[in-house]
Structures are given as structure tokens and as C-alpha cells.
């Protein structure tokens, strides 16, 4: 086990937007950074990082937490798996205590199979540096290819042996588990025989966003034409080749700097333009574009410049990519390059300086990339420019936003030489067709169900939103002091009857808070709120106000959660940037005292309202004793008579 001290540091040194900055491209907004939800598909920013509290909010999801909530959430890490990680980006030394059998075995198959993945890249990377065949074929391959000692390293490559199963072997000689070699496709089995999927291949570790390795690519290197030239990992539980982008690991802070990705398709080409300079590349590993894909580099930037080869099928192919990429109101450009070449023989035969000239003088909007590729084909037949107006308005009119649709129109009329009317005429017919397919899909769908024109209300559950407004108030002021109005009921002789009295008193707000639920026997019902509430009253006891950086990592996820939801309430407001729309939302801070108040009588109120419930229950039952239920029935009346009062309200 990781040991505590190790922990304490990996908190202290770790920063939210830094670590989550890796992931999600974060802009600055106020005190705080806000940026699109890695957990949900959308197109307006409502994922919000305080690097003061240390902790972040997902208002799409709902989701949020520390900077550890975040990796575990996000990468679906064990939490010794998140310390390790944070460990390792801060360069801080693990210390662990002895692991008991017992631990060892609590380990997951998805964590086994990381495990065995990383074991093979570091094998990998042994043979291609060490052993003789690897110096001789795998390494020299790579240096063939122009890559540099430093480029090897930086990607990670690697060698497989040609023995058949000299890694499986060693694999298992290390404890290695064969279920998972076999799982994670490194291991092949056939009846009793072991064979090595990647031996004699050159190997391309395949990660995650997150620098774990979860697949591995191979080229084989001799002239076997039974064989595959290239070989990826399997599907598995840890591989998902439609969700991975080869060279995202090496590239996700260049691209979120640069605010611009270029998408090309095989491993080397990554690499060879990475060596050269141009860091902001991925590639989708030779597969189609998926819509997961794409959405992967959306976290990073809106916009992609798609890099093909200049022959036909690499053109073709940039085609079939592009509407997709439009559907998510990504901004797209394509570049091909000249005839003959691709992107990794282009970067190997020019500077820095003459590829970014090159991509600026050649990257097309996607629009002009595609009439210029279309009216080549269709030249003077009428029939032929018919086809290629409607495959382009077709392209249009997946862009969901109207304003970028009207100015592609408008650039598409100039390029096509047609009326503007046209074709947003088309576009109107295309859009409204597409929306009668989707309608007839989800009328043919048997989950299907008729939704009847009106809806009950939600029904808000008082005492939870009471419960949690007292929370709120603890975590955002129980250290301030306010001034508060106490009532005293005197009894007067002149007048003979009680008297109600106010006068102000100045104290913190959680003693206020404390002292009012104690006098009242109050305890609060959610089991979350009652947790959070005796952990915040023992911080502002024993320090006088509570540090949430240091208070969150003792939290449980859930109570961890439903602080960040607290914390981050009101920045949600920021996401809509009102003021732009000269409309301001009042501060809560500045009627603390008041709200403090208003929520201790309403939460009184609302308890007195359920005892009368009850108590009028009791008198429906006729084996009951009227006379005292209606006495005390009576009682709560006056009681709650003289809350409302105080809450200024009518009954």
C-alpha cells in the first residue's frame, strides 16, 4: 500500500487545472477555468476547475470532485492507480508498506490487464535496445525511417522477437497471469501451445489519454506475403480502437497550446512530423474516423486540419471524415499533399519552416477542398455539377449552428456560381428530410412511448433543498461573523400577556447554525448532509474555518462530490456570462445573516408542518384520543403561526 505521507504530498503537490488541463482545453473565466464536459457530447462549456478550492464541477453530469475524483472518474482509476499517476507527473518517490496476498489478489482483471500491457512495452523496448536482432533489424528499421534515438524514446517503440513465444514466456516467468496475455491479445493460445501475437514485428505502443498503454500496432518487417503487413492489439476491455488516437498521449498539450489538430492516419506519420516539429498531430491508426474520435480531440481544440496523400483514396477518404466532423460544429480544413507524397515522406524531406508555409498555403476550408475536388470531376457536365451541389449542400447542412451554415452557403453559391436562394432552398429540404428520418426511427423504436401534452410538476423535496442550503452556508461563511436578530419573549405585567422582543446579537455563523438546531433538537435526515455537517462543525471547532484543499481529500467520494456541487454552485453562473446580457445576479454574500436566519425559521416551519401531518393522522384514526392529539395540534399551530411571522409570511 501506498503509504499516507506519500499520499499528503501527492495532495500538497498537485495542482487541478494542471492535471485536468491534460485532458480538457481549459480557458480562464474569472478566478476560475471553464471548458467543454470530457463526459458528455456538448458544445457549450459547462465544466468548471477553481484552482483556489483545488477541486472542479461537471453541471452536465453532475459529476465532480478532487483532482483525484477527476482521474478516477475520467480514466477509470483505481484510487492507489490516480496516486500513482499524480506521483509520477509530479516526479514524487512512492513509498509503500508490504502488500498482503490478500491485497494483491483484490486487484481487477482491468487493472491486470494494464499491468501486462505496460510489462510488454518495457520488454519491448528492452529487446529493441538490447538484444542483437533488435539493434540489427528493429532498430535499424527506425533509424531507416529517419527517426532519431531521442524520437524511439520519446514513442516508446519497441522489437518482438522472432521466437515464437519468447515473450510469453518471460511474461509468465515474471507471474503474469496467461488469462491476461491471452485477454489482452499479447498471448495467443491454441489448445496447449503459447504463441507470441507481435514476434518479429517492430511494435508501436498504443496509449490512452493518460500515458497508459492499451494496445500495441506492429509492422512486420520482412517480405511475407501470407502475413500481415500490420497488425494492432485486438479488442479488449482495456482497447477500444474507435476511442484511441495513436500519438494523443505525446501531443494533447501542443494541440491544447495551439488551439488546432492535424489528423493523419498511420503511426509514422504522427511521428515523423512530431520529430520535425509540428507536435499537434494524432492519428486515427489506419481505421475510419469514429464520431469517439473525434470528440477526443474536441476536449482539446475545435479546430482540424485532416493532412491526407495526394492520390484519389486519400481524397476519397478525407471526404468521408469531413461531414462527421462538421455534426459536432467542429471548424475543418483538409490539406493534401502533392502527388506521391504522404505525410511522413513530406516531413522527412522539409524543414519546420517549409511545412508550416505549406499548410498554410494549401489548408482549404473544407468547402473549397471539396468544390474544387468535385468540379474537377464533374468539369462541363450539367448533370455531374447537379450531383456535386447537392453532395456539398448535403455536407452543409450537418453543421449545427445556422450562422456557419448561411456563410458556407454563401461561399458554396460563389464557388458553384448559383443563387443563394438555391441553395438555401436545398439546405431547408435536406435538413427537413433528415428530420423526418430521425422521426420515423424514433416513432419505429419499441421503446418508443406516446408523451402526453401536459406533465406533472417536479415535486422539490423541501427538506433536502433546506438541509442543503444550511451545508451551503457552513462551507461558504461558517467562518464569518454576521450580525443576527434573537427574539426573547418577556412577559409584561402592565399588560399582562408574553411579549415577543428582538434585539441583535454578533456571532459566527456556524455557532449560530449550531446553536439554533441544537436548542430546537433538530438533526438533520439526509445521511450525507448529517456526515458533512459534524465533519465541517469539528474543522471550524478545532481550526476556525475550514481549508477545502486539505479537508478534501479525507471526504469520501461522495461526500467529496457533493462538496465540489456546493462549492461550484454559483459559478455556474458564469458559464452563461449574464453580465454580457446586462443581467446581474445578486451575491449571496451579502446578506448572509439574513439567509442564515430565513433558513433556520423556514427548516422550523417545515418540520412543524409535517408534526401537524402526523398528529392530524392520528386523530383520522378513530381508536384514537382526540382530546390531547387536538391539544397539542393546537400547539403547533401557535408555533408555527409565529415562524411564519417571523418569515414575514401569510398563512
Known sequence: MITKSTIDQVYETARVEEVIGDFVALKKSGSNFKGLSPFSQERTPSF???????????????????????????ERFSYPEAIRYLAKKYNIEIEETQQTDEEKAKRDAR???????????????????????????????????????????????????????????????????????????????NDDRKIDRFRGRVLFPIKSMSGRVVGFGGRILGDNKKTAKYLNSPESDIYHK??????????????????????????????????????NIVSSSGTALTQEQIRLIQRLTQNIVVLFDGDAAGLRAALRGIDMILSQG???????????????????????????????ENAKDFIQFKASLLMAEAKNDPVKKAATIKDMVESISKIPDAI???????????IMEISEDVLFSALAQNRANASQIELKKKAASPSMQVVQPTQAAVKVDALFELEKQIITLLMLYGHREEQFKESVLEFSEEENEVEEKSHEVTAKVF???????????????????????????????????????????????????LVSTILMDEEKYALHQ??????????????????????????????????????????????????????????????????????????
Not at 136 to 156: H, L, M, Q, V
Not at 330 to 354: I, R
Open 330 to 360: 467542429m471548424n475543418v480544413k483538409v490539406c493534401s499533399f502533392p502527388e506521391g507524397e504522404d505525410p511522413d515522406s513530406f516531413a522527412k524531406s522539409h524543414t519546420l519552416e517549409e511545412i508550416q508555409a505549406f499548410f498554410t
Open 48 to 74: 468548471m476547475v477553481s484552482p483556489v478550492k483545488q477541486i472542479w464541477k461537471d453541471f452536465s453530469s453532475g459529476k465532480g470532485g478532487n483532482v483525484v475524483a477527476f482521474l478516477m472518474e475520467h
Open 111 to 189: 487493472e491486470s490487464m494494464f499491468l501486462v500491457t505496460e510489462f510488454a512495452a518495457n520488454y519491448f523496448k528492452d529487446k529493441l535496445w538490447e538484444s542483437p536482432s533488435g539493434k540489427a533489424i528493429g532498430k535499424t528499421y527506425f533509424e531507416e525511417r529517419g527517426f532519431t534515438e531521442a524520437t524511439i524514446k520519446n514513442f516508446d517503440l519497441g522489437y518482438a522477437l522472432e521466437e515464437k513465444d519468447a515473450f510469453s514466456k518471460e511474461a509468465l516467468k515474471q507471474g503474469y497471469q496467461l488469462e491476461f496475455l491471452e485477454k489482452t491479445g499479447l498471448t495467443i493460445v
Open 404 to 414: 456557419q451554415r448561411e456563410v458556407y452557403v454563401q461561399s458554396c453559391a460563389s
Open 242 to 279: 474507435s476511442k484511441v488516437l495513436y500519438g494523443l498521449y505525446e501531443s494533447k498539450q501542443a494541440i491544447a497550446r495551439e488551439d488546432c489538430c492535424y489528423l493523419v492516419e498511420g503511426y509514422t506519420d504522427v511521428i515523423q512530423m512530431h520529430q520535425r516539429g509540428i507536435e
Open 578 to 651: 449574464w453580465e454580457k446580457k446586462n443581467i446581474y445576479v445578486k451575491e449571496r454574500n451579502q446578506q448572509v445573516g439574513l439567509m442564515v436566519t430565513e433558513t433556520i425559521l423556514s427548516l422550523r416551519k417545515h418540520l412543524v408542518n409535517k408534526k401537524i401531518e402526523s398528529l392530524q393522522e392520528k386523530m383520522d384514526n378513530p381508536l384514537g384520543e382526540h382530546r390531547d392529539l387536538l391539544e397539542d395540534v393546537m400547539s403547533y399551530y401557535q408555533l408555527r403561526r409565529l415562524v411564519s411571522n417571523k418569515l414575514n409570511r401569510v398563512l
Open 511 to 561: 455557532e449560530k447554525i449550531f446553536l439554533d438546531l441544537q436548542q430546537d433538537e433538530i438533526e438533520l435526515a439526509d445521511p450525507d448532509f448529517k456526515a458533512l455537517f459534524y465533519v465541517l462543525l469539528e474543522e471550524f471547532q478545532t481550526k476556525g474555518e475550514v481549508a477545502i484543499d486539505q479537508l478534501m481529500p479525507t471526504l469520501t467520494p461522495e461526500l467529496s462530490s
